[in-house]
């Protein structure tokens, strides 16, 4: 199951980050160096991944401006004996063939991830939300691409999460083990109570699919929210093909809230080559002001 393709959904309006998200789409927003999205759009490269869709909505241009040649600011770098930058700006755009489709009706993640069919055509494809920050040694979705290939199905990034997160995402029901960190998955459900739920390990923000779900998704009423949920049809996909769920090395950041944005950007700060040892020591004598404050 060599997977060519792969969606990133960006087309939600990014309320929990408001006002930076009035004007900036959340995805765009800076993480260090880079913006949250092209950090995404690195891991789907990673493993192999040749052409990116990106579901877009309105406000987003700027996505589309950043994935695109700009002749004069490289000009202007070259003019200015900045080749590194003209460079590095020339590679953005280079990664990937990257195509952009709009959602225009705001119906849910399953909704969107129909959209991209007619791109995806009668092969496996990868998906990756959009402001789900994944950091591992292996890129995470190079671990579910292997698991795919090596058990022939379907897979999903899950982690084990507490009660009061469990509620929030989807709850996975697993099987029988198929090898280290990765299990059958027999069903699932959407942001489930705590009577609901069928386990603590939650789907994550990565998936690789088979075509099987377009028909699926095509078919499926609107769930929570009044939206069509790509978990609820994922959960019939499951009753027609096998699925497994990944339990990912690599910690994930969701930069789509303020707390789970903050927390990356020191991470990947501390991990900077230009930024890292200064912020430490900032963060250190911080601490240290603050206990003496105290």
Same mark, same amino acid.
């Given at each position: 199951?060599?997977?060519?393709?792969?969606?990133?959904?960006?087309?939600?309006?990014?309320?929990?980050? %408001?006002?930076?998200?009035?004007?900036?789409?959340?995805?765009?927003?800076?993480?260090?160096?880079?913006?949250?999205?092209?950090?995404?759009?690195?891991?789907?490269?990673?493993?192999?991944?040749?052409?990116?869709?990106?579901?877009?909505?309105?406000? /987003?241009?700027?996505?589309?401006?950043?994935?695109?040649?700009?002749?004069?600011?490289?000009?202007?770098?070259?003019?200015?004996? /900045?080749?590194?930058?003209?460079?590095?700006?020339?590679?953005?755009?280079?990664?990937?063939?990257?195509?952009?489709?709009?959602?225009?009706?705001?119906?849910?993640?399953?909704?969107?991830?129909?959209?991209?069919?007619?791109?995806?055509?009668?092969?496996?494809?990868?998906?990756?939300?959009?402001?789900?920050?994944?950091?591992?040694?292996?890129?995470?979705?190079?671990?579910?691409?292997?698991?795919?290939?090596?058990?022939?199905?379907?897979?999903?990034?899950?982690?084990?999460? !507490?009660?009061?997160?469990?509620?929030?995402?989807?709850?996975?029901?697993?099987?029988?083990?198929?090898?280290?960190?990765?299990?059958?998955?027999?069903?699932?459900?959407?942001? !489930?109570?705590?009577?609901? /739920?069928?386990?603590?390990?939650?789907? %994550?923000?990565?998936?690789?699919?088979?075509?099987?779900?377009?028909?699926?998704?095509?078919?499926?009423?609107?769930?929570?929210?009044?939206?069509?949920?790509?978990?609820?049809?994922?959960?019939?996909?499951?009753?027609?093909?096998?699925?497994?769920?990944?339990?990912?090395?690599?910690?994930?950041?969701?930069?789509?809230?303020?707390?789970?944005?903050?927390?990356?950007?020191?991470?990947?700060?501390?991990?900077?080559?230009?930024?890292?040892?200064?912020?430490?020591?900032?963060?250190?004598?911080?601490?240290?002001?603050?206990?003496?404050?105290?």
């Amino acid at each position: 199951m060599k997977i060519r393709k792969a969606i990133i959904p960006a087309a939600g309006l990014g309320t929990r980050l %408001l006002p930076n998200t009035k004007s900036i789409p959340k995805e765009m927003l800076p993480l260090v160096d880079k913006p949250v999205l092209q950090y995404i759009v690195e891991e789907a490269v990673a493993a192999g991944v040749e052409q990116i869709l990106i579901i877009t909505n309105r406000g /987003k241009s700027p996505i589309e401006d950043y994935f695109d040649y700009t002749p004069d600011l490289e000009e202007r770098l070259l003019k200015d004996g /900045k080749e590194k930058e003209a460079r590095t700006i020339r590679e953005v755009a280079d990664m990937a063939d990257v195509l952009f489709l709009r959602q225009k009706e705001t119906k849910g993640l399953g909704h969107a991830v129909w959209r991209a069919k007619s791109f995806v055509g009668n092969e496996p494809f990868a998906v990756l939300l959009g402001d789900d920050i994944m950091l591992g040694e292996k890129p995470v979705l190079k671990q579910l691409v292997d698991a795919s290939e090596a058990n022939s199905c379907s897979a999903v990034a899950i982690h084990e999460v !507490p009660d009061e997160l469990i509620v929030k995402y989807s709850s996975v029901l697993l099987q029988e083990k198929l090898s280290d960190r990765v299990y059958r998955i027999s069903d699932m459900n959407e942001k !489930p109570t705590l009577e609901e /739920k069928f386990s603590n390990f939650a789907i %994550l923000g990565r998936y690789v699919l088979t075509p099987a779900i377009f028909d699926i998704l095509e078919h499926t009423a609107p769930g929570r929210n009044n939206e069509i949920q790509l978990t609820d049809g994922m959960k019939e996909l499951v009753r027609h093909e096998p699925m497994c769920g990944v339990d990912f090395e690599g910690r994930r950041y969701d930069t789509g809230n303020l707390k789970g944005y903050l927390e990356a950007i020191i991470d990947f700060a501390l991990r900077n080559e230009e930024a890292g040892d200064w912020l430490r020591e900032f963060i250190l004598a911080k601490a240290d002001l603050l206990r003496t404050q105290n």
